[in-house]
């Protein structure tokens, strides 16, 4: 019998699918984290998609999931990377 993970939206998997975005190795990278938080099925949609448009649904997808909270503190933090990039 094939055991099932618990699939979960973390912080860590939220910020990832924005990563994915940027492919190569951010890509790789946001890959791994959203597999190692159970999120198999979404990965696979990724990699099947041939547009934005899915991605873009998974963005809203994985913000209802983890919540405004998560939300507000991951684009505080991308706002201060920002400023540091500049």
Avoid: C
């Avoid at 055991?3 to 860590?12: A, F, Y």
């Amino acid at each position: 019998m094939h055991e099932r993970r618990n699939q979960m939206w973390t912080s860590k998997s939220y910020d990832a699918v924005f990563d994915w975005s940027r492919g190569g190795a951010e890509r790789a990278r946001a890959r791994a984290i959203m597999l190692e938080d159970g999120l198999d099925d979404v990965v696979a949609r990724l990699d099947k998609a041939d547009n934005l448009a899915v991605w873009n649904r998974i963005t809203y997808e994985a913000a209802k999931a983890v919540g405004p909270d998560v939300v507000e503190e991951s684009a505080k933090q991308a706002e201060i990377e920002l400023e540091r990039s500049t």
